[in-house]
C-alpha cells in the first residue's frame, strides 16, 4: 500500500474518536467560533502527537504513561457526569466554554496519534507529511462531527444531552475495561 494512502487511511481511523466525542459536543449549542477553535485545536494535536510519538517514542511510552487508556477513561467520566449534573439541573455543560477545556478535549482525543508517530517511525517514512495528513483530516471530521452534534440539538434538544452522556459514560467503561 502507498504511503500516502496509508496516511489517509490512520488519519481518517485516528479521527473517528474525535468525530464521534465532537457529534455528542456538538449538542451543547456551540458557537461556530468554538467550533472552529476547537477543531483547529484537534488538528493541531493531531499534528504534534505523532511527531513526539516518533522522536520521543519508547523511552516516554515506558517511563510516563503506563496506563494512558485509564486516562482517558476518567477524563470521558468526568465529562459524562457534569453532563449529566447539568442535565438534571436544567443548564447547559461548562465543556467547551473555555481555552482549557478545549485543549483537554484536543489531548484525549489525540493520545492514540502519539502511539501512531511510535509505530510510523518504525516505517521510516517522511513523519512530516503524515502528521500534516492527520492534522487536517482530523479537523475536518471534528468540525463535521460538531455540525452534525448541533443539528442533532435542534431536532432533539435536551435529550441530545442525555444521550451524549451516555455514550461517554459507555466510552469510558470501554477504557476501563477492555484495554
Known sequence: MSFLLTTILTGIGL??????LAIIYGTLGLSK??????????????????????????????????????????????????????YKKDEQPEMLQSIWS??????????????????????????????????LISAFFTYFGLTVGTRLSKHFGKTAILIGSVILLGLALKYFFLF
Open 102 to 135: 478545549i485543549l483537554l478535549f484536543g489531548f484525549t482525543v489525540s493520545l492514540d496519534s502519539f502511539s501512531v508517530g511510535i509505530g510510523f517511525g518504525t516505517m521510516e517514512e517522511n513523519m512530516m507529511i503524515s502528521a500534516i495528513g492527520f492534522s
Open 33 to 86: 467560533r468554538k467550533m472552529i477553535v476547537t477543531s483547529l485545536v484537534v488538528g493541531m494535536y493531531h499534528f504534534f502527537m505523532p511527531l513526539f510519538g516518533f522522536l520521543l517514542g519508547d523511552l516516554f511510552l515506558a517511563e510516563v504513561i503506563h496506563n494512558g487508556e485509564f486516562l482517558v477513561g476518567a477524563i470521558f467520566t468526568l465529562i459524562a457526569v457534569e453532563m449529566l449534573l447539568s
Open 15 to 20: 479521527s473517528m474518536d474525535a468525530f464521534s
